[in-house]
C-alpha cells in the first residue's frame, strides 16, 4: 500500500496523560499536512510541512501540541497533557512539491481516532 | 481569511435520482483550486472532483459535475445516477494556487435510500 498511513487509528487515553500519532506520507511527497476532525465538522488546519521544515502552524495548535518532520519523511503529532476537548480525528495529508505533479489536491491517511476520559 | 460554507447538513436522493450539494466561499484571491471530497464512514477522505479556477469549463469525472459560478462564488456538486456507495460525508474545500493548505467547509452528510 503506497498511500498515507497513520498510527494508532485509534487511541484511548485518560484525560491529563501525553499522546503521540504517527504519520507516513506517500513517498515521494515532499508537503505533509495535520488536521483535526471532530465529529460532524470538516477538517481544521493544524500545521504544515514543507520537508523538515515546519512552515505554518494554526492558531488552533497550542502550546501542548507539538509536531515533527526530523528527517523529512514521517512525522509525529504529540499531545501532552490531554484535555477531553482534545477528542477528534486527527488526519494527515500529503502532497507533492513540484508543480508538475502537484494538482492541488491533498492525499489523506484514514485517521488517528482520539477519545480522552 | 477565506472561508466555505456548506448550508446543506443532510441531504437524501433516492438511488439512480440526481443530487445537487452546495458550496460556497469567500475569497479575494482570483487564482485558486476548488475541490470535493468525499468520506465514507470509517473511511479515509477521497477526492471526488477539482476545479481550477481560471477554467471556465465545469469539471466533470462520470456521474459526478460541478457547477462553477465564479463571480458568486459558488461551487456546487451534482451526483448523477446516485448509487448506494455514494453515501457519506461530502466536503467543500478550497486552496490558493499559491497557498500550502485547503479550507474546508463542514460538510453534507448525503444519504442513499435504495
Redesign the interface.
Known amino acids: 500500500d503506497t498511500?498515507?498511513s497513520q498510527d494508532p487509528r485509534h487511541k484511548i487515553t485518560k484525560r491529563g496523560q501525553n499522546v503521540t500519532f504517527r504519520c507516513d506520507p506517500i513517498s515521494e511527497h515532499n508537503?505533509l499536512?495535520w488536521y483535526r476532525q471532530t465529529l460532524?465538522?470538516?477538517?481544521?488546519?493544524l500545521t504544515?510541512f514543507?520537508n523538515e521544515a515546519q512552515?505554518?502552524k494554526s492558531r488552533l495548535l497550542s502550546d501542548r501540541f507539538s509536531a515533527e518532520r526530523p528527517k523529512g519523511s514521517f512525522s509525529t503529532l504529540e499531545i501532552q497533557r490531554t484535555e477531553q476537548g482534545d477528542s477528534a480525528m486527527y488526519?494527515c495529508a500529503s502532497s507533492p512539491l513540484n508543480s508538475h505533479t502537484n494538482?492541488?489536491?491533498?492525499f489523506?491517511?484514514?485517521?488517528s481516532r482520539l477519545t480522552v476520559l | 481569511a477565506q472561508t466555505?460554507t456548506?448550508s446543506q447538513p443532510e441531504m437524501s436522493v433516492q438511488e439512480a435520482e440526481t443530487v445537487t450539494l452546495s458550496c460556497t466561499y469567500d475569497t479575494s484571491e482570483s487564482d485558486y483550486?476548488l475541490?470535493w471530497?468525499k468520506q465514507p464512514p470509517?473511511?479515509?477522505?477521497?477526492?471526488v472532483i477539482?476545479q481550477?479556477a481560471y477554467k471556465q469549463q465545469n469539471a466533470t469525472e462520470n456521474r459526478f459535475s460541478v457547477n462553477f459560478q465564479k463571480a458568486a462564488k459558488s461551487f456546487s456538486l451534482k451526483i448523477s445516477d446516485s448509487q448506494l456507495g455514494d453515501a457519506a460525508m461530502y466536503?467543500c474545500?478550497y486552496?490558493r494556487?499559491a497557498g500550502?493548505?485547503?479550507?474546508?467547509?463542514?460538510?453534507t452528510r448525503l444519504m442513499v435510500k435504495p
Request: no cysteine; aromatic share 18%.
Open positions: 498511500g498515507v508537503r499536512y460532524g465538522q470538516g477538517p481544521e488546519f504544515y514543507q512552515l505554518e488526519l494538482t492541488g489536491e491533498l489523506f491517511g484514514e485517521g | 466555505v456548506q483550486y475541490f471530497y470509517s473511511r479515509q477522505m477521497i477526492l477539482r481550477e466536503f474545500a486552496r494556487r500550502n493548505m485547503l479550507t474546508f467547509g463542514g460538510g
